[in-house]
């Protein structure tokens, strides 16, 4: 019966493993994340593994599988965490973009131009993303929406540079509206973000201190004696440091 | 609140629509189009987007009348949380009705940003007290608790 439950785990695992070997592939194939990275990502994980595997001897099936899975599982979330950056960094680099595409156009260059250039200096990071977009703006064949990326607010950029390139006159005046509005909302983001951040760089500080002195008590005191301050005290601070984050969130808006 | 607010998301993607020639009609429709298809896409709306985009759409609704009977919207029985969003939809009753409205809403838009930026002041100068209630009702005492409870614990086993 246990031999017939371990197989039914080994099976599904396989499913897993393959669903996310399927997922690495898109992700590259997306060009979010190269496959120099994912390869790094991935040997990261098995150097990982068989680390674990030859200082903890798996006593039975279940440590054995736990100590498989887990550096994988962290090596695909880490990847699609490395994704999720890209695309944010990609969005907060609109307004650099946009700057550089203007002057470049100002010099006489056409727009599609003016971008595969701009797209190049990008950082190295966020490159490939851009060089991705500038190229379905102008050189895709099929400008429909399969073609767009999967985030929406980079689907949504990809569609602003499309309609501004199908216009014929006006296309740094249409960008540098663009940019002013990309403004705008950075700046109210900031402001919102930076209202919040003051509070919450104390509320780690706070939080560092409690972990410390808990090691600390542990240490002088030993594990038995301080238990049951841990069980009253560590909820208490939990709670008081979920209400300081969510109470920070809440700014009341008069418009 | 880390996004911009739906009005001035709104005013700015409208004033844009209308410097390109679209009708205040279609720029508002396509201003609703693109927040229900971010709202799709998995992109969490905070309750008070999805408030104002319930007032927006209530008033696309109501000024389908407008432009039969000419006469501009009564936008109170919208009943508007604000009075900028009250202004706003009076903005753009008079816009399809066909009066010229991009300085209004430029004006508009500067009254909001100005108010905004006193919201936010006003919010982090009210921080330093808010913060004070859990600090002093929750982490103090968790801090003396974990600091002073070994030390009572051997105390009391000492004295016995």
């Not at chain 1, 920070?248 to 008069?254: A, I, M, P």
């Not at chain 2, 009977?69 to 900028?84: A, E, I, N």
Request: charged letters at 25%; proline letters at 3%.
């Amino acid at each position: 019966m246990r031999s017939v439950f371990e197989i039914i785990v080994l099976a599904c695992s396989l499913v897993g493993l393959m669903s996310a070997a399927h997922l690495a592939t898109l992700l590259v194939s997306d060009r979010v994340v190269s496959a120099l990275e994912m390869a790094k990502i991935v040997t990261g994980a098995f150097a990982m593994t068989s680390l674990s595997l030859i200082l903890i001897r798996p006593r039975g099936f279940f440590q054995f599988w736990i100590q498989v899975e887990t550096p994988l599982a962290l090596a695909i979330g880490a990847a699609f965490l490395l994704a999720k950056y890209r695309d944010r960094a990609v969005e907060e680099s609109l307004d650099e973009l946009l700057s550089r595409l203007m002057m470049r156009m100002k010099e006489g260059r056409s727009l599609s131009i003016a971008l595969e250039l701009v797209t190049h200096e990008m950082r190295s990071s966020i490159r490939l993303r851009w060089i991705e977009i500038a190229r379905s703006v102008s050189f895709s064949p099929q400008k429909n929406e399969s073609s767009l990326p999967k985030s929406f607010k980079l689907g949504e950029i990809l569609r602003e540079f499309r309609r501004i390139d199908l216009l014929s006159r006006s296309q740094i005046v249409e960008l540098d509206r663009w940019r002013s509005r990309i403004r705008t909302e950075r700046i109210f983001r900031r402001r919102s973000v930076q209202a919040m951040a003051q509070v919450r760089a104390q509320s780690l500080i706070l939080a560092t201190i409690y972990t410390l002195l808990a090691l600390f008590s542990v240490a002088a005191f030993g594990w038995n004696a301080t238990r049951g301050s841990f069980q009253i005290s560590c909820p208490l601070f939990l709670a008081g440091l979920f209400i300081i984050w969510r109470g920070g969130r809440r700014v009341k808006w008069s418009v | 609140m880390v996004g911009v607010n739906p009005v001035l998301r709104c005013l700015m993607g409208l004033e844009e629509s209308i410097v390109r020639g679209d009708s205040v009609r279609d720029s508002l429709m396509q201003w609703l189009d693109l927040e229900t298809r971010k709202a799709a896409s998995g992109e969490s709306a905070a309750a008070l987007d999805r408030e104002f985009i319930k007032e927006a759409m209530e008033f696309l609704r109501r000024s389908e009348d407008v432009d039969q009977t000419g006469h501009p919207l009564d936008v109170s029985d919208l009943r508007c949380r604000t009075v900028y969003r009250e202004s706003l939809f009076i903005i753009l009753s008079d816009g399809i009705l066909g009066n010229a409205i991009l300085p209004r809403m430029r004006e508009l838009r500067t009254e909001i940003e100005a108010q905004l930026e006193l919201d936010l002041k006003a919010h982090v100068d009210s921080l330093p007290l808010k913060m004070l209630v859990p600090l002093l009702l929750f982490m103090f005492p968790s801090f003396l608790i974990l600091l002073l409870g070994p030390i009572t614990r051997n105390f009391v086993e000492a004295l016995r």
